[in-house]
């Protein structure tokens, strides 16, 4: 029998079988329904409580206070326009607040947020250093989160929280005048990344960018083996905020002669600098691949006025993420390409190809995230994984409020989706709980060797 005749005959008994049963009134229930039924709340009420159960793994998060510069490698840029949901007028921080620091009010008037910085100074005091964002996870039932921040915390406990490090700033070694001109949001970035590729050099103890490109090449690497060293567990690209995600195919020598003609002074134009970008991207990435060092990459609206959607569309990035030479590097899609999570979602197909739903759990409201679970839940499950995106807010709103809301909802919407999951008839409940698990949890943690759990 040749394969395809196998495969045929395999086909005509898969059919055969599903007729009889749907013949038979026992598996009449088999077949999916497109309503849930008047069982769906129960059915959320029974999952929520086992799920909230669930020690959470946070593949996405910036913990640290208000005042600390580390606790991203770039900043909000003044007046961006933030959507309803993530303004710090939400009353749902409220929420979080009083869920959190026993907050007693509803609102943050100034006098009512004195309470709240005087609380949170308080329990700094009596949990010195690392024990106070610690007791916040277990309060949030959250077993370890990703800290993608510039630089560790001394106040950060290793042990619960694990450094994503930013890669970014190889890509900007030249004069920057142009692109910080760009437009104001820009005129905040580069600078800040220019600060981060100082920090990188200053770690390497290389008071000078190299006179060779071979020898920034290998500048890269030892910081990417450092950095691993030092905790790193994955390197992220925010490149969405400060140029088009469309990444060329240029050779190492257009890349060198490019670095070789700007490294101590011109402006490279625009064409220039993109090549010698494009290939910075791409060695990074297969360094990635080389020393387990999963690439996480902003895939979604950004903030700021002038983030470009259209050139950061996530789909941008298919070609790279299909491109066997990097099968063995692990992409994480950060934000899961919100709000393109559609298209995003078949992007994991392939096998080293994940999403992460932070963020979608805070642009929306649970109701809509719901949906956007329960699509990619009903379509690659295990390719999946939890985040927060929690950030501090401003002195008053820390990432502690932010850690809150994201969790809950995440939880709320994961409870949410999986119960009509199986009010419809698309799965059963051990399997929502799987699914729960390793949404939260597992298929994150498997990503990184033993280094996370
Ligand atoms: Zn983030």
């Given at each position: 029998m040749t394969r395809a005749n196998s495969k045929m005959h395999a086909?005509?008994?898969?059919?055969?079988?599903?007729?009889?049963?749907?013949?038979c009134p026992v598996f009449a229930s088999a077949q999916a329904r497109p309503l849930p039924g008047p069982d769906v709340q129960q059915i959320y009420q029974r999952l929520l409580p086992q799920i909230e159960k669930i020690p959470a793994f946070d593949h996405h998060a910036h913990p640290g206070f208000a005042d600390d510069p580390d606790v991203d490698a770039m900043a909000a840029p003044p007046n961006a326009t933030e959507p309803m949901r993530t303004r710090d007028d939400n009353p749902e921080l409220a929420v979080a607040a009083h869920a959190l620091f026993g907050y007693p009010y509803s609102d943050f008037s100034p006098e009512h947020a004195k309470w709240l910085i005087q609380k949170k100074s308080e329990l700094k005091k009596q949990l010195a250093g690392p024990a106070y964002f610690d007791s916040i996870l277990d309060k949030l039932n959250i077993e370890m989160s990703v800290a993608n921040r510039a630089m560790m915390a001394d106040y950060l406990d290793p042990k619960r929280f694990a450094w994503v490090f930013f890669a970014d700033s190889f890509m900007w070694p030249f004069n920057n005048e142009r692109e910080t001109a760009r437009n104001p949001d820009e005129g905040v970035f580069i600078p800040l990344q220019e600060k981060m590729l100082r920090r990188w050099m200053q770690q390497e103890n290389v008071s000078k960018l190299?006179?060779?490109?071979?020898?920034?090449?290998k500048f890269i690497t030892q910081v990417l083996e450092d950095n691993s060293k030092r905790g790193g567990i994955a390197m992220k690209f925010e490149v969405a905020y400060f140029r088009p995600t469309t990444f060329s195919d240029p050779r190492r020598d257009q890349a060198e002669d490019i670095y070789q003609r700007y490294v101590s002074g011109g402006i490279p134009t625009e064409k220039e600098y993109r090549t010698?970008?494009?290939?910075?991207?791409r060695y990074l990435v297969t360094e990635g691949g080389r020393l387990h060092l999963p690439v996480h990459i902003h895939t979604a609206v950004g903030i700021g006025d002038y983030f470009n959607l259209s050139k950061s569309n996530i789909m941008n990035l298919e070609s790279v993420l299909r491109d066997p030479r990097y099968a063995s590097t692990t992409f994480v899609m950060i934000h899961g390409g919100y709000p393109l999570e559609r298209e995003a979602i078949w992007l994991?197909?392939?096998?080293?190809?994940?999403?992460?739903?932070?963020?979608?759990?805070l642009a929306q409201y649970p109701?809509?995230?719901?949906?956007?679970?329960?699509?990619?839940l009903e379509t690659f499950p295990d390719k999946i994984t939890f985040g927060t995106d929690c950030f501090p807010y401003n002195e008053v709103l820390g990432s502690e409020e932010s850690y809150w809301l994201g969790v809950q909802s995440s939880r709320e919407a994961l409870a949410a989706a999986l119960a009509e999951m199986i009010s419809e008839g698309e799965i059963t409940e051990p399997?929502?709980?799987e699914m729960a698990h390793a949404y939260l949890h597992d298929t994150a943690v498997?990503?990184?060797?033993?280094r996370v759990h």
């Open positions: 086909m005509q008994i898969r059919i055969r079988n599903l007729l009889l049963f749907a013949a190299p006179d060779s490109f071979d020898d920034y090449l010698f970008q494009d290939y910075i991207f994991a197909a392939m096998k080293n190809v994940y999403l992460d739903s932070s963020f979608g759990e109701s809509a995230f719901k949906d956007t679970l329960k699509m990619w399997r929502a709980l498997k990503l990184y060797a033993g």
